[in-house]
């Protein structure tokens, strides 16, 4: 849901997804003399209660030494910036907002101006499409306040529950909806997570529907005889189970990378499970992932054909190329509504193509996330000289070790520019010497391939009003479009769907770039004890808004502001 508000000289525009409500702000110039930021009240209606919402920086004159993961109300320490997000909603819950502009001395804070605005957030589940994104963050200080920082196995299911944040609830019940004379098929990379495939053995023995499971069963080694990929552990967790006759090893496959799941009732295939979510523990708690429902039975049916395709475990040919080409062609024009894609594609990489072409035409912001560096093809869009704001959300800058320098270097040329922001994963390694608690990087403690972003979706346009989200298991590379097994949705015109991505794309970008500018603060000073750094305070004066209001139009502030907030009229 979405609604922007003019009043009293501000702007507000709220973009309300399902766990996220996020406003865009802009003030009139002559009411900014003094201002020091923004302040946020909230009324839940689910409860009668109101409270003013908390941030953690604070003013120095008034707040110099706070205690170690403190939060402040905004009415005393304001929010200083023209976006903010608030991540304590709930799904399908109305909330009004009350934002008031603060000016003056920091020890005594005058409110002078306010807007208010009533949202509802949207409902995680809905006829077409339903979305889940995992908290994807166990590196966060409210992980750390909560669990005293401890795996989720020290800490039991309260951790588990907050970091799936409803991801494993919804495919568990998606599993469960097959009943006698349905049937699940399925083709999941990395097939572990005994909870996922106990509910499967339930599905079989209990509910008496049909189900088959394809995985990756890829035989590989390393030069020391170690298994590669995850065929092993898929093996072993589907020997565990007790599932080994309703599972099928794809093994002629580069890379059976797929995870989705085919609901058909009555043998009409219904809605599919898929997304970016392998079936493990990191997967489904750990680093960020989502899993999309979509109710359609043209879609659907189009994804059970493919896995029809992959269960003959077909060789990476010219033949098989081009049966999931003529299945799923790339739309020569793009029209409401939903198209699946299907790979391996041909050498020449059509749909790799057409995903660049497409974010090279969006008209006001482009967002993407990358799990295994950028593409050449996107470096292009995101090098293009123009005010098209653009932002990158990477696990890291480079795709190999062997093009770490290259891609490293053109990842900050391409962050120079003043419309493009990059936020790459990472986590607060200081202590409790300073305000700020340490933070875990994996869910088990262990060092894995993916420690943070994992998603792999592209939003156009997302705030327009035929937004476009494209979004499955494909890393925008070229091994997911000729080589690799993969699916993608591409979604036009659907403002949920886009206002539930948006929301959760700008809560991780905020977090983690938030994380990377810590780390610069400390690899700054090479001999720098990370113990010593300290976050900045709240700005005492009105110059923290020069940014924002850049009369060259050349910052990424205010770029920003523009976009999240939209035009100024009133």
Partial sequence: ?????????????????????????????????????????????????????????????????????????????????????DYSVHPGFKYTYTI????????????????????TTEVAIDQTHSVFFNRGSVATQEYARRFMNKTPDQAGPGAYEWLSRGLIEALIAFIEKAKEGDSIHGAIYEFQYPDVLLTIKKAVVTNHAKVYILYDDVNKYDKNGKALGPWENNRNAITKAQIKSICIGRNQAKLMHNKFLVLSKKDKPVEVWTGSTNITENGIFGHSNLGHIIQDETVAKSFLDYWKRLNKDPKIDKNYRNENMAASPVPQVLKNGTTAIFSPRGTQLDSLNWYADIASKAKNALFMTFAFGMHEKFKAVYSLQDKVLRMALMEKAFSSPSVKKRDEKDIQTIRNLPNVLVSI???????????????????????????????????????????????????????????????????KGDKRIADIYFGEYMRLFSHYSFREAVKWAIDKNKNANPTEWKPQYLEHKDAWMKDYFNSTDTTSRFMRRKYFSGPMKE
């Fill in 1 to 85: 849901m979405r609604k922007r508000e003019i009043k009293d000289g501000i702007t507000v525009n709220v973009i309300a997804g399902t766990y996220t409500v996020f406003f865009g702000l802009d003030l009139k110039e002559e009411y900014r003399k003094d201002f020091r930021g923004f302040a946020f009240k909230r009324h839940d209606y689910s409860d009668g209660e109101t409270i003013w919402l908390r941030g953690l920086k604070t003013f120095k004159e008034t707040e110099p030494d706070p205690a170690i993961g403190e939060n402040f109300p905004t009415n005393r320490h304001p929010v200083q910036g023209f976006q903010w997000a």
């Fill in 425 to 491: 994963g990472n986590r607060i390694i200081t202590n409790s010497f300073d305000r700020w608690l340490s933070e875990m990087y994996s869910v088990d403690g262990r060092g894995k391939h993916v420690y943070w972003i994992h998603t792999k979706y592209m939003l156009i346009d997302p705030l327009g009003e035929e937004p476009i989200v494209i979004t499955g298991s494909a890393n925008f590379s070229k091994a997911s479009t000729d080589t690799n097994d993969e699916n993608m949705l591409v979604i």
């Fill in 100 to 119: 008031v502009c603060m000016y003056g001395d920091p020890a005594d804070l005058k409110p002078e101006r306010k807007i208010e605005i009533e949202i």
